[in-house]
């Protein structure tokens, strides 16, 4: 189908952005790498009367560190998160999700910004996010707040995020050097949304799990964070047995749709199974 006709912004500064999204309020829509909204509206699920490209927009592309934290641009792509050193160097898991994300041509123009605003469960970001306990720095008319990852996704495609607001950055704290990580995903076919994922960071301590989160994609209506399980394995020996417990707990918190990727019985096995080879891997990794 063909999306209703639209007027066209290409801003080049933030202020500049702020401003159209101020003067046209609800008859707007921000565009960043489009995967989720062009297709939409040419469904005419959305119909925006104004269209406001941020790809133009400098300030909102980048990866640097800041002291114990990583500074990364709303508008940076998944292909310039899967090459960058810096994130190789200091969080692989951010890393290794992306290059699990659809396919190249989705990666050169998907932005991770994009991905998380979105709100959709069943993109990647978000429960990497949980995982990494990263934040949002959003601007509006108001000024800048952060919002926590934890908290920020309310329901299938809701955020904290204000009508008002543009995010300009990710802040993801610096995970502990030797950290365990991992994310795995399920899916039927390359390009394809996870029947099931699970993002995990380990710390260990003598052979004992110091720190660990846990956050499972596309089995709720947000991301979901086991921290049950969680609770299970801090401070013991993370063995096969404890391993397999966490996973039943991470389980019990599941509550997917069922759709062309199984039932949702399937799915919440599916996580149960994610999550036991993605502690399996990042305890690896860890040791």
Known sequence: MIPRQFEYHAPQTLPDALGLLKQFGDEAKLLAGGHSLLPMMKLRFAQP??????SK????????????????????TENEIIWSQLLQNKCPLLVEGARQISDPQVRYKGTIGGDIAHGDPGNDHPALMLALDASFALRGAAGERVVPAEGFFVGTYETAMKPDEIMTQIRVPVPAQGAG????????KTGDFAAAAAAVLLRL???????????????GPT?????????LLRGKKPDDGLIVQAAGLAMSICAPSADQRGDAEYKTAMAGEMTIRALTTARQRAA
């Open 57 to 76: 927009i400098a300030e909102l592309k980048g990866i640097r560190q800041d002291g114990d934290t990583l500074l990364i641009g709303a508008m940076t």
């Open 49 to 54: 009367e104004h269209l406001i490209d941020l």
């Open 223 to 231: 991301p979901l964070r086991a921290t049950r399980a969680e609770a």
């Open 181 to 188: 990580y991992c994310y795995a995903k399920l899916k039927r």
């Open 205 to 219: 301590k003598g052979g004992v799990v110091e720190h660990v989160r846990i956050a499972l994609t596309n089995v």
